[in-house]
């Protein structure tokens, strides 16, 4: 079994920065490709950003610039700093990787989410 588990949400006032972390533990054999989405009250969740096992990154247009993500592979951790943030920023952020549990298996896993909350 895998968990992912997210921290560093919380309040903010707009042109602040927070840092989300994600750890991933259990049973794992290697971790491909980890990202950050994100979903706000009445619309779909969103990709924010993600980041290859070759640390590839990729982002959302709305963030690039000021997010950044990252990954500590000796620890299952991956990070996501947010800086200059804005109103509409304001969402659940769920962590989420492609694991392996051994050589011949993928599966994709969550975080069960942080609540990230920017005022004006």
């Known amino acids: 079994q895998v968990q992912l588990v997210e921290s560093g949400g919380g309040l903010v006032q707009a042109g602040g920065s927070l840092r989300l972390s994600c750890a991933a533990s259990?049973?794992?054999?290697?971790?491909?490709?980890m990202g950050w989405y994100r979903q706000a009250p009445g619309k779909q969740r969103e990709l924010v950003a993600g980041?290859?096992?070759?640390?590839?990154?990729n982002y959302a247009d709305s963030v690039k610039g000021r997010f950044t993500i990252s990954r500590d592979n000796a620890k299952n951790t991956w990070y996501l700093q947010m800086n200059s943030l804005k109103p509409e920023d304001t969402a659940v952020y769920y962590c989420?990787?492609?694991?392996?549990?051994?050589?011949?298996?993928?599966?994709?896993?969550w975080g069960q989410g942080t609540q990230v909350t920017v005022s004006s």
């Open positions: 989420n990787a492609e694991v392996g549990t051994n050589p011949w298996r993928l599966a994709n896993y």
């Open positions: 259990g049973s794992i054999f290697r971790i491909n490709a």
């Open positions: 980041i290859s096992s070759g640390g590839n990154t």
